[in-house]
T-cell receptor, first 115, second 111 residues
Framework: DTEVTQTPKHLVMGMTNKKSLKCEQH?????MYWYKQKAKKPPELMFV???????INESVPSRFSPECPNSSLLNLHLHALQPEDSALYLC??????????????FGEGSRLTVL | GENVEQHPSTLSVQEGDSAVIKCTYS??????FPWYKQELGKRPQLIID?????GEKKDQRIAVTLNKTAKHFSLHITETQPEDSAVYFC??????????FGAGTQVVVTP
């Protein structure tokens, strides 16, 4: 199984809503990532979890709240978002080997629209 | 921090011709350089990568070259086919977890 599965595929929410994006992988990877991608732009790193601990937060606004309940799951909780937060949110995973960077496996993404 | 520049932003080629995309990076500590292909509406997928102890790597019609001195790396696609049409992103990794992506190259292969 080399899949990273994201749900939902599409999400429309108002600025006062609370919603969550979910990501799951069963490759035994111990690093999981959230990226934001706008149209015709590269993925932009938001958060990285390593061994279920938050290791990188790229100064993301607090209206985005990540959670890593276990080594296979990654959530992104959304609250009081702005229309400019509309984007494709990509989850990725990799196997963090000390001193060696490994391939990122991306999910298909959750396309978020904030009204 | 790391800065990766990617050129060209768009590339149109005739089927069967070669395509070359170039990237430069700024952080001399970078030691891993993957290339990702993203088709419209799909996820980015790794197509080839190279590590800093290697100058060139080839996989069928795709090759990557790395010049560490000049901080350049390039993607070469030979005998292009319509299914090669996609956005290609280079990346450089200097510290764990931080994949710094280039801006992307839209490749269009016309039959």
């Amino acid at each position: 199984d080399t899949e990273v599965t994201q749900t939902p595929k599409h999400l429309v929410m108002g600025m006062t809503n609370k919603k969550s994006l979910k990501c799951e992988q069963h490759m035994g990877h111990r690093a999981m990532y959230w990226y934001k991608q706008k149209a015709k732009k590269p993925p932009e790193l938001m958060f990285v979890y390593s061994y279920e601990k938050l290791s990188i937060n790229e100064s993301v606004p607090s209206r985005f709240s990540p959670e890593c309940p276990n080594s296979s799951l990654l959530n992104l909780h959304l609250h009081a978002l702005q229309p400019e937060d509309s984007a494709l949110y990509l989850c990725a995973s990799s196997q963090p080997r000390t001193g060696v960077f490994g391939e990122l496996f991306f999910g298909e993404g959750s396309r978020l629209t904030v009204l | 921090g790391e800065n990766v520049e990617q050129h060209p932003s768009t590339l149109s080629v005739q089927e069967g011709d070669s395509a070359v995309i170039k990237c430069t990076y700024s952080d001399s500590a970078s030691n891993y350089f993957p290339w990702y292909k993203q088709e419209l509406g799909k996820r980015p997928q790794l197509i080839i990568d190279i590590r800093s102890n290697v100058g060139e790597k080839k996989d069928q019609r795709i090759a990557v070259t790395l010049n560490k001195t000049a901080k350049h790396f390039s993607l070469h696609i030979t005998e292009t086919q319509p299914e090669d049409s996609a956005v290609y992103f280079c990346a450089a990794v200097a510290s764990w977890g931080k994949f710094q992506f280039g801006a992307g190259t839209q490749v269009v292969v016309t039959p």
